[in-house]
């Protein structure tokens, strides 16, 4: 089984940035395809980015791109979020998780390995 730390988040103007790291441990960091996801209160869990096990391919959700970056560095055993121009929007508890992908190239969020998050908060 693999776990999965997040860590990073915090409270940000709007305009700044931030950069999240998710930890993994547990089996072999370069054979997963990974992806980050968010979920404000009161709201569904969103996707917002993934890359692929080999971290030639990523995909975003239309709302974040240009915005934010997903980077993986696989000799840490590490996943990252760059997330950039923020907005209140961007307010959430932020999460990583592991899945095929297939499933994370379309945006699916019915992950069973999920991190404890890190809270976001982008300050107007």
Do not use: H
């Amino acid at each position: 089984q693999v776990q999965l730390v997040e860590s990073g988040g915090g409270l940000v103007q709007a305009g700044g940035s931030l950069r999240l790291s998710c930890a993994a441990s547990g089996r072999t960091f370069s054979m997963l395809s990974m992806g980050w996801f968010r979920q404000a209160p009161g709201k569904e869990r969103e996707f917002v980015a993934a890359i692929s096990w080999s971290g030639g391919s990523t995909y975003y959700a239309d709302s974040v791109k240009g915005r934010i970056t997903i980077s993986r560095d696989n000799a840490k055993n590490t996943v990252y979020l760059q997330m950039n121009s923020l907005k209140p929007e961007d307010t959430a508890a932020y999460y990583c998780a592991t899945g095929a992908w297939s499933r994370l190239r379309v945006g699916a969020t019915d992950f069973g390995s999920w991190g404890q998050g890190t809270q976001v908060t982008v300050s107007s």
